[in-house]
């Protein structure tokens, strides 16, 4: 290993080879229709430029409660598995799985700095547009005081670039 | 964006005198949303608007909303057209459930008073008391056959359900009915015609606040600001004006105006429904906008208003 230039160590650079990260998908869920609650799947298959099939914002056949304003970055959300525990912690609210009403939960990725950039889910590729906000409309259907919990840690939104089918334990990793 | 659930009829049954029950389901039979004892839905009557109903079915059927409907005779158009035109197979536009009659967590006894077609909600909550094992009575008074007559037979073996029919019997006291409340761990429902309901309210008025529930159809409302007081609205391009009550929403008002407000969250936060004010207090409760840009702008899904009048442009 060649020995280390005073420029290669600086931190930036450092920075830059850093190891990144490497998460996994631990839940998968889809709805139909808005309101509806949101049911587990081991696999979903994702259509690139559209959605996921049998989601309610699958472009071509949006029935979301958003549906009515398009959105080409919504077609598979995520939200980290860590935001949930943190909710548990900061705010003593049990949020499940099946509760945030985004499609991929995951483990290990950081989602919040995603935001135009590209990654990988299993054998499909995305690319994030923007974080998800809360809306007072999740504790419509919950019953649960969570709004507030959600702020800043509410999940990413992506676009599909690269469609396939997702499993539960994939592998989500840089592009 | 659908506000609203897309259900279908699975089953429209005759359920006492001019009762009819209706069964609804998600047309692929995906789960529907949980909902608790006491919830009544908003239903879309085409050419009408919506009229609530209490849901009766069993909050345990994740698949199923059951409701009731009694023919009214001065019917405003609800009842009318779940008898005669809603048929089986038909698709119903609703409200998420919402409950504004809760069962009262705190208490062991729950004695339920039931006035006509006021019995649905207690149907509900009957079904949930069982599975608590709680102590439960429920009475319920009509002229000559109940509504949900077939629904109340169900539940004939547990001995908890007594029919008043008034056209044979005298209508009980008070002092019956309520099971000589007020008593530790008891509570008391009563869900009926408004008379009834005064009636009860007049009877149970010394009891210990929190001990007694009556279910009436009046929406929530936000609660009021401090400082909040009903106001005028007034749009800015157009000169039209719409009175908004403390804690109501001025999103929903400019709506009504007409106005095309964009909206998202309606929490405060995202920004979509931001508007420009040029008279007025507004009372700010958004978390979106810098002191600077409140001198001119609020959010209307959460502002409220201090002076009597405030215009906007929008």
Redesign the interface.
């Given at each position: 290993m060649p020995e280390a230039t005073a420029e290669t160590s600086r931190p930036e650079r450092a920075f830059q080879r850093a190891p990144s990260w490497n998460g996994a998908v631990t839940h998968l869920h889809i709805?139909?229709?808005?309101?509806?609650?949101m049911?587990a799947q081991e696999s979903v298959e994702l259509v690139a430029g559209r959605g996921i099939a049998g989601d309610r914002y699958m472009l071509g056949i949006e029935?979301?409660?958003?549906?009515?304003?398009p959105e080409e970055g919504r077609q598979v959300t995520l939200f980290e598995s860590e935001a949930l525990e943190a909710i548990l912690r900061d705010y003593k609210v049990e949020l499940l799985p099946e509760e945030h009403r985004r499609n991929i939960t995951t483990r290990g990725v950081p989602l919040n700095w995603l935001v135009g950039k590209r990654f990988r889910i299993g054998p499909c590729l995305v690319e994030a547009t923007r974080l998800s906000?809360?809306?007072?409309?999740i504790e419509?259907?919950l019953?649960k005081q969570v709004?507030d919990a959600m702020?800043h840690r509410s999940g990413l939104n992506c676009r599909i670039l690269v469609g396939g089918t997702v499993r539960v334990g994939d592998e989500i990793r840089p592009e | 964006m659908p506000q609203h659930i897309t259900l279908v009829v699975r089953q429209a049954i005759p359920d006492g005198p001019g009762t009819r029950r209706i069964v609804l389901q998600d047309p692929d039979g995906w789960p529907l949303p949980r909902w608790k004892p006491g919830a009544h839905l908003d239903i879309h009557v085409p050419g009408i608007g919506h009229r609530a109903y209490s849901m009766c079915g069993d909050t345990a059927r994740s698949d199923t909303w059951e409701i009731a409907v009694k023919r009214e005779t001065h019917s405003r158009g609800g009842s009318a057209w779940v008898h005669d035109v809603l048929k089986e197979g038909d698709a119903v536009a609703a409200s998420m459930p919402r409950c504004t009659f809760p069962i009262a967590d705190g208490a062991t006894r729950h004695v339920m008073v039931a006035g006509g077609i006021g019995v649905t909600p207690f149907l509900a909550m009957a079904c949930e008391f069982e599975r608590r094992g709680a102590e439960w009575a429920l009475h319920v008074l009509s002229r000559g056959e109940p509504p949900c007559a077939t629904a109340l037979a169900g539940w004939a073996h547990t001995g908890r359900i007594r029919i008043h029919d008034t056209t044979k019997v005298a209508r009980p006291s008070w002092a019956e009915l309520l099971d000589g409340g007020p008593a530790p761990d008891l509570h008391a429902y009563c869900c009926g015609p408004q008379a009834m309901l005064d009636s009860f309210g007049e009877a149970t008025a010394a009891w210990p606040t929190g001990t007694t529930s009556i279910e009436h159809f009046v929406p929530p409302t936000l609660p009021a600001a401090e400082g909040a007081k009903p106001y005028m609205l007034c749009r800015s391009p157009t000169g039209a004006e719409i009175e908004v009550e403390a804690g109501g929403s001025m999103l929903a008002a400019l709506w009504e105006l007409g106005a095309k407000v964009d909206a998202s969250c309606e929490g405060g936060i995202c920004g979509a429904c931001e508007v420009r004010w040029l008279e007025g207090e507004p009372i700010h409760r958004d978390r979106v906008l810098s002191p600077e840009r409140r001198r001119t702008h609020l959010m209307a899904c959460v502002a409220q208003c201090a002076s009597e009048r405030l215009v906007v442009e929008a």
């Open positions: 709805t139909p229709r808005a309101f509806l609650p049911r029935q979301g409660y958003y549906s009515e304003k906000v809360p809306c007072r409309h419509q259907i019953d709004f702020v | -």
